[in-house]
């Protein structure tokens, strides 16, 4: 689906980043590139996706589209947290790295763990780009591009809203607990459980 990018920019957006109206972003466009799911940890068949995601989710997550800028859930979230795939308990991107790109959707400078992010070439639309997706789920998540924060280290990772879900970061930290007392009572189970034979 092609996107015209007719909204008002906003101020803080630094002109040489923002679509002027009528322009056809890349961002706006959505992915042709072929991901290998058989690779990816996290699995689950066509129905089952419907079944976990909503339309829109399940439209640009599973079917690699995109949403309108301005008009998605956090390209104006200036919440602390984290930012998960949709798609799987994966943490993708820290609020702290996310910056102001003027294009209407989420852009961060980094995802939080470089591993978590796969990219993939796209060649789609009569232009080169580079597509990302979540590595354990294969979740579609946008494309990224070298024209972000210099002193940031000039990547902007313009992701889909529907892609995500936030977390606050009390809940990540909670969360992050919780994750660790769980192993950490799998580890002593274990163990007694060795100890035992």
């Not at 689950?44 to 599973?62: C, G, I, N």
């Not at 998605?72 to 947290?81: A, C, F, I, L, V």
């Not at 980094?110 to 979740?139: F, N, W, Y």
Request: aromatic content about 8%; hydrophobic content about 35%; overall charge negative.
């Amino acid at each position: 689906m092609n996107m015209k990018t007719t909204n008002a920019k906003p101020t803080s957006a630094p002109d040489a980043l923002v679509c002027k109206p009528g322009e056809i972003s890349a961002c706006g466009l959505p992915s042709h590139v072929v991901i290998e799911m058989s690779k990816v940890p996290v699995q689950h068949t066509d129905a089952e996706w419907q079944a976990r995601l909503t339309p829109l989710q399940y439209r640009v997550a599973r079917q690699q589209g995109t949403e309108p800028p301005y008009q998605n859930q956090y390209w104006d979230n200036h919440e602390d947290g984290i930012y998960f795939s949709v798609c799987s308990d994966t943490p993708l991107f820290d609020s702290r790295d996310k910056f102001e790109s003027g294009t209407g959707w989420p852009s961060f400078t980094k995802p939080m763990e470089q591993a978590l992010v796969a990219e993939t070439r796209d060649a789609s639309h009569g232009m080169i780009r580079v597509e990302v997706h979540c590595a354990v789920d294969g979740g579609h998540l946008g494309h990224v591009f070298d024209d972000g924060p210099r002193a940031a280290g000039g990547m902007r990772y313009c992701i889909n809203s529907a892609s995500l879900h936030f977390m606050p970061r009390k809940a990540y930290e909670a969360w992050v607990a919780g994750r660790a007392d769980h192993a950490a009572k799998a580890a002593a189970a274990a163990s007694a459980s060795t100890a035992s034979k």
